[in-house]
């Protein structure tokens, strides 16, 4: 589903992934961890193509770039199509409803009928358990239910894949499980995810293969169960140490 080789991203002089190689397959779940500032947001955002690369290659699907070469907007826009991203940040257009901004996406970029869009925006809002605050507009609605409407519309363009960029890390502790739940019954019913969290639990009940990173570079991956109880790497052992 996602084959990743040799991924490069600079800012400046400042060097942030450093020749990345990631395969995930077609229905896994797999968790980015790592101190913050070790690149995982960047690697996120260049694989929907918020950020581009300066070398390497991406595969989504059947899409493929290769940023050794200078890629159009029309290829960069074929990338992106094939994800759907939740930020940490909600995101949501505060004057549009949570139904408004769930239908955005496929009405304004995939140029679909709102008498299409809209059936299946409600069948999403109530797949993440907010059939009945459709008319609401984020300022009436909770952070936890903000972060249920983000993923609703990024599933709403039907991304191949879905990213999660620590979707829990702007909200009360208490509201954190609502969002997870709907993360774990994403996973459930076979949905291909990459997700940088904090939360460590998920990370160990859901995720397929965990990744750690440090430096802009994969230090040690595995299965989960692996990665926490019998961590190879110092530096993993190092960073588990202090958040387990």
Known sequence: ????????????????????????????????????????????????????????????????????????????????????????????????????NVMEGPTIVQKKSKTEVKDKAIRLLQKVGLGDKLDFYPFQLSGGQQQRVGIARALAIEPKVMLFDEPTSALDPELVGEVLKVMKNLAEEGMTMVVVTHEMRFAKEVADKVIFMDQGKIVEEGDPSRIFDQPTNERTKQFLSLIQ
């Open 1 to 100: 589903m996602i084959t990743i080789n040799r991924l490069h991203k600079r800012f400046g002089e400042l060097e942030v992934l450093k020749g990345m190689d990631v395969t995930v397959k077609k229905g896994e779940v797999v968790v980015l961890i790592g101190p913050s500032g070790s690149g995982k947001t960047t690697f996120l955002r260049c694989l929907n193509a918020l950020e581009i690369p300066n070398e390497g290659s991406i595969r989504i699907d059947n899409v493929s770039l290769d940023f050794t070469k200078k890629s159009n907007k029309k290829e960069l826009l074929q990338l992106r199509r094939q994800t759907g991203m939740v930020f940490q940040g909600y995101n949501l257009f505060p004057h549009k409803t949570a139904l408004e």
